[in-house]
Every structure is written in C-alpha cells, then in structure tokens.
C-alpha cells in the first residue's frame, strides 16, 4: 500500500506592525464601509521553506473615519517551497488562515473606541489567484 505523504503547513501567528485610525465625524446610524484587503507574500532569503503574508487592510466610511492596518503572518512547510506549493498553500490558505486574527483585532479595537465607531465585525473574505510577491 502506498501512502502519500501530507505536506504539513506550520502557522507561528500574527503581528500587527501599523495601525492608522483618523475619525473625522462621530458615527450616526449606519454607515457604508469600504473593505479593502490586499495580502502580499515575501520569501525570506536564508530559508526555503518559510514565508510571510503581509496583510493590509483598510477600512473606509467616507466622511467618518480611516483604518488602515498593517499585519504579518509568519507560515513554515515542513518542505521546501515549490510552485505547486504556492498555489496551494501561500496563495489561498496562508491569507484564509491568517484574516480570522485580523478580523478579531479589528473587532476589538472598534470595540475599544466607543462611539466613534462602534464594534466593526468585517465580513469573511475569500483569497484566490496569486499574490504579490515583495522582493528583499
């Protein structure tokens, strides 16, 4: 019997390196709010098999506030990287493993402003086709 062996993907968390938030008037009733995510990849030079989503988000209701968001999940295969390995893995399941965490900072920090705001909860995002990648 021949058994195929699994790659196994390795999620070491997120930071949150930059957070930007500018209200501009006080929130009343409901507001349209822009949501807009763009995760990039990077492959660090001195290892073959780990990579970096970089995520950043921005959160927009115009004539009331900004929130811009910068985070970075840090991703390990148990393999080194190939291109069947990004499109199956850095491609689509890195940014959907990752967005649940910024989602939930995202809730709490709204949470955390009062009035201004209010609790965001952002809906769930779906990631397809191929990221950017960042060069050193």
Same mark, same amino acid.
């Given at each position: 019997?021949? !058994?195929n062996? @699994?790659?196994k %993907?390795?999620?070491h968390g997120?930071?949150?390196l930059?957070v930007n $938030?500018?209200?501009i008037?006080?929130r009343?009733g409901? %507001?349209? /709010?822009?949501v807009?995510?763009?995760?990039k990849v990077?492959?660090p030079?001195?290892?073959?098999?780990t990579?970096? =989503? /970089?995520?950043? !988000?921005e959160l927009?209701a115009e004539?009331? #506030?900004? %929130?811009s968001?910068e985070? !970075?999940?840090? $991703?390990? %295969?148990?393999?080194?990287?190939?291109?069947?390995m990004?499109?199956v #893995?850095?491609?689509s399941?890195?940014?959907?493993i990752?967005f649940p965490y910024?989602?939930?900072f995202?809730?709490? =920090?709204?949470a955390?402003m009062?009035?201004? !705001?209010g609790? &965001?909860?952002?809906?769930? @995002?779906? #990631?397809k086709?191929? &990221?950017e990648? /960042?060069?050193?």
């Open positions: 019997m021949d !058994v062996k @699994q790659t %993907l390795s999620f997120v930071d949150i930059n $938030f500018n209200a008037a006080p009343e409901e %507001l349209k /709010i822009d807009k995510c763009e995760p990077f492959y030079v001195d290892s073959k098999k990579f970096k =989503i /970089i995520m950043d !988000v927009v004539s009331h #506030f900004n %929130l968001i985070a !970075v999940g840090t $991703f390990e %295969l148990d393999e080194e990287i190939d291109e069947n990004k499109k #893995f850095v491609n399941n890195a940014p959907a990752m910024v989602r939930s995202i809730s709490t =920090i709204t955390n009062g009035h201004v !705001v609790t &965001l909860v952002i809906p769930t @995002q779906f #990631f086709g191929d &990221l990648e /960042i060069i050193n």
